[in-house]
C-alpha cells in the first residue's frame, strides 16, 4: 500500500530533553505541530535511548505531511 504522506525525523537537543518534566511520561505521543504557518500530524517518541546505553532520554518526533506535490508553498 502507498500512503499520501511523507515522514521527516526530528530529534530534540539533548538540553531541551533534559527540561522536560520528571514526571514526563515516556511512551509515544501522538499531536499536531506547527513548521512555518502550516500544522501538521506528527508522532514523538520520548523514552531511553539503548545507543547511550540507556542512561540518556531521548526525544524524537516524525511529521507527517502530504507528498511534495500537494504541499502549499509560503
Given at each position: 500500500?502507498?500512503?499520501?504522506?511523507?515522514?521527516?525525523?526530528?530529534?530534540?537537543?539533548?538540553?531541551?530533553?533534559?527540561?522536560?518534566?520528571?514526571?514526563?511520561?515516556?511512551?509515544?505521543?501522538?499531536?499536531?505541530?506547527?513548521?512555518?504557518?502550516?500544522?501538521?500530524?506528527?508522532?514523538?517518541?520520548?523514552?531511553?535511548?539503548?545507543?547511550?546505553k540507556?542512561?540518556?532520554?531521548?526525544?524524537?518526533?516524525?511529521?507527517?505531511?502530504?507528498?511534495?506535490?500537494?504541499?502549499?508553498?509560503?
Open positions: 500500500k502507498i500512503f499520501p504522506f511523507s515522514y521527516q525525523l526530528a530529534n530534540l537537543p539533548e538540553s531541551e530533553v533534559e527540561k522536560l518534566p520528571e514526571s514526563t511520561k515516556t511512551g509515544v505521543y501522538y499531536g499536531f505541530a506547527q513548521v512555518r504557518n502550516q500544522v501538521f500530524e506528527m508522532v514523538m517518541s520520548i523514552g531511553w535511548n539503548p545507543y547511550y540507556n542512561e540518556k532520554k531521548t526525544a524524537v518526533f516524525f511529521f507527517f505531511f502530504p507528498k511534495k506535490s500537494q504541499l502549499k508553498r509560503s
